[in-house]
């Protein structure tokens, strides 16, 4: 068991031009409209902080294995790593049920394998396979699970979602919370006010979040928003900024906003300040519109994975071995299911036309010329 | 079924026993019906709730079911149909109104790519039971931000049904279709048709009574020319009818009912009869319903019955301008259907 003073010894500084983009002075997150914050201590169990390597791990090797067979052309299109923002994914999972709701953008293979999806069903999904998640027909951006809503291409576009699903939760009175997660560039979107305004006035159980990686594609936050405080962009809405390199800050964080949410006091806005090694996507190096001297500092100095574990080390809650042995089984984990996402085959052309609509009858669907007559099946 | 005037209802209260019945009100009995019946279906959209609906379609429905089941939104489409599709994605029916569907151009991303193509985006995993509906088209002296045909822009997308009713019986046995569906369902309403009265069958009374989205209707049998329309010109097809008749032409008038998926059968077992097409819509021409059933009959065996090319009868393809005048000579009127059925028949 470890009582731990959140954000004691981490200051999460970068930026060209210096600015000052430390979270949580002295362990505590920026509030807005809100008496107070999130506690500034937590406990972490030996189980959670085991638990939390491990998952969070296996989301980083599972996206360097997606770049590696992305590279050797196996994985096409579109493909948007989560490298450096796990902690984010992991603590948000950590600190709501599994009967909760959670819906995000398009960088979501970290989201799908936190709400329950296997490893190998996301590498074949993103293989173009026919056992992914989405047999195959989604891709990298369209993987969806039980209260996990993918998976959305259209910036900004799941954020209405998401206020309605937490409309769902509220009128169906199951106490349900939902998880609306946006980037820094999607933040400028209107059709995000339109959702703080409809969830305020309805006090819709959501939890706004927004993964402030510091970049929108190439621009930079400073280059795209005229107020960079995304946590305060709810205006009426309360709400807090959270180092989301810190997986521990992350769940209190949002432990204390599904509270809020339940309570019945309305939607809450949450800023995690994160970071991605990657690129915005494979097609983007990611070094034109930052330096390798930055990415690289905030490697050595912010990295979720290797944070928790030297905490952990350092209180002797884990031995090196024992993160070695989580590190060799999750090689192994990955290494198998690319094995199988590169083997896997392909869907079956006699289902190109399925799933065009739930709980019909079985209708034609014209080819690509006319004596092409397919046939589709719910 | 013909529309008339009659005398004892036009006006006031549709539930008298010569059972004839406005749109408005064949869409609100829908509406109150399958509230009624499901827990899970509810309306949103604009003044719905307080001011009893923009056109009164949904008048009462907010005193009976309250501000849980009947919802007034601000003015904000893109939001709150994305609210509306993410509802049904977590288990509710929502029925998204668009005061037209003008606005819901604002909206037509959460349309298309939440709703319509997440089904099969996740391989039938993921099902977004919702009904977008509102008044579509041509209305009166509204001018051209207001009265533009959304048909065919839905039609084009797969993952969408779209619903364009006639007569009250169509708006009400369609509607409860709609709602049942599993799907997104466009309801293309039309804002001049809410007031006409309409006789109502006796199995229309029924709460469970329902038409099937797909099938189309022959609301008049013909066997000179096939006569091909949906939503406000059926009315005008069957006026034309009426004078092409004392003329000796006889028009099949065959009523559309749902534009996708259309119901191709219907008109090429009509045109096979009558060898000859003129199709009839308020939409622009270019890429329009028209074309489309053109180039259906084209690709199918109806096509060897043609004595004459297909012919299309459209709104013109100009914005909507706001003088009477010119308002009138944007859209199809009854000479026009009449003159472009004889220059078919040649005669």
Request: aromatic share 8%; glycine share 8%.
């Amino acid at each position: 068991m470890l009582q731990t003073q959140l954000l004691s010894n981490h200051h999460f500084n970068f930026g060209r031009r210096g600015r000052d983009s430390s979270v949580g002075r002295a362990g505590k997150c920026d509030v807005h409209r809100l008496e107070e914050g999130p506690p500034l201590k937590a406990e972490l169990t030996r189980e959670q902080g085991l638990r939390y390597y491990r998952i969070m791990q296996t989301v980083r090797r599972m996206e360097l294995k997606a770049d590696q067979l992305y590279k050797q052309k196996i994985i096409r299109g579109f493909c948007h790593l989560y490298d450096g923002q796990e902690a984010c994914a992991v603590g948000i999972e950590a600190a709501i049920n599994p009967s909760d709701h959670l819906i995000t953008a398009y960088r979501a293979h970290g989201y799908t394998y936190t709400r329950g999806i296997a490893v190998k069903e996301i590498l074949a999904e993103l293989t173009g396979r026919r056992g992914g998640v989405a047999k195959g027909k989604g891709g990298s951006m369209h993987m969806y699970a039980p209260h996990f809503y993918g998976g959305n291409g259209i910036v900004g576009a799941q954020v209405p979602l998401g206020a309605g699903i937490a409309l769902a939760c509220q009128y169906q009175g199951n106490n349900q919370v939902c998880v609306a997660l946006y980037g820094d560039g999607a933040a400028n979107q209107g059709q995000l006010f339109e959702s703080f305004n409809m969830a305020a006035l309805w006090k819709l159980p959501c939890i706004f979040t927004c993964e402030n990686n510091q970049y929108g594609m190439g621009t930079s936050v400073e280059r795209a928003s005229a107020s960079t405080d995304y946590y305060k962009r709810g205006d009426f809405i309360p709400g807090i900024r959270v180092d989301g390199m810190d997986v521990l800050c992350v769940r209190e964080a949002f432990k204390f906003a599904a509270e809020h949410c339940r309570s019945g006091k309305g939607p809450i806005v949450m800023e995690l300040k994160t970071y991605r090694y990657h690129g915005h996507s494979m097609s983007d190096p990611g070094v034109s519109y930052r330096t390798r001297e930055e990415i690289q500092e905030v490697r050595s100095k912010s990295d979720p994975i290797t944070m928790l574990k030297e905490r952990m080390l350092s209180n002797n809650m884990a031995s090196v071995e024992e993160f070695k042995e989580i590190d060799i089984a999750i090689r192994k984990e990955v290494e198998e299911a690319a094995q199988y996402a590169t083997s896997d085959p392909e869907p079956p052309l006699e289902e190109l036309c399925n799933h065009i609509f739930s709980n019909d009858s079985p209708l034609e669907v014209r080819g690509t010329n006319p004596w092409a007559r397919l046939k589709s099946v719910s | 079924m013909e529309p008339f005037t009659c005398m004892f209802c036009a006006g006031l209260s549709y539930r008298w026993s010569c059972q004839t019945m406005m749109v408005r009100d064949a869409l609100n009995q829908a509406m109150d019906e399958e509230l009624e019946r499901d827990e899970r279906v509810f309306l949103l959209g604009e003044e719905v709730a307080q001011y009893d609906g923009a056109y009164k379609v949904s008048r009462g429905l907010w005193k009976k079911y309250g501000d849980k089941r009947i919802i007034d939104t601000p003015i904000t489409e893109m939001g709150f149909a994305g609210i509306a599709v993410g509802a049904a994605m977590a288990g509710l029916r929502p029925i998204c109104e668009f005061m037209t569907f003008n606005f819901s151009m604002q909206a037509i991303d959460q349309i298309i790519n939440s709703a319509a193509k997440t089904y099969y985006m996740s391989a039938g995993f993921q099902a977004v039971p919702i009904v977008f509906r509102g008044p579509n088209g041509a209305s009166a002296g509204v001018a051209a931000q207001h009265s533009q045909c959304f048909a065919a822009w839905y039609a084009h997308c797969p993952g969408l049904k779209v619903v364009s009713p006639w007569n009250a019986e169509d708006a009400k046995g369609l509607l409860k279709s709609a709602i049942r569906d599993d799907n997104p369902v466009v309801f293309l309403e039309n804002e001049l048709m809410y007031g006409v009265p309409f006789e109502m069958s006796e199995e229309s009374q029924s709460k469970d009574f329902t038409i099937p989205i797909g099938k189309a209707k022959v609301e008049r049998q013909g066997t000179h020319v096939s006569l091909v329309s949906h939503s406000r010109y059926v009315s005008h097809c069957l006026d034309a009818a009426v004078v092409l008749a004392k003329e000796g032409i006889e028009c099949e008038v065959i009523n559309l009912r749902t534009i996708r998926p259309l119901d191709v059968e219907c008109i090429e077992t009509s045109v096979m009869k009558t060898n000859h097409l003129v199709t009839v819509e308020g939409g622009w021409p270019q890429f329009g319903v028209g074309a489309e059933i053109c180039a259906r009959i084209m690709e199918g065996p109806a096509f060897n019955y043609l004595d004459a090319p297909a012919t299309r009868v459209t709104g013109v393809d100009i914005p909507m301008p706001y003088a009477k005048i010119l308002e009138d000579n944007s859209l199809p009127q009854i000479k026009d259907i009449i003159f472009s059925v004889k220059k078919t028949l040649n005669v």
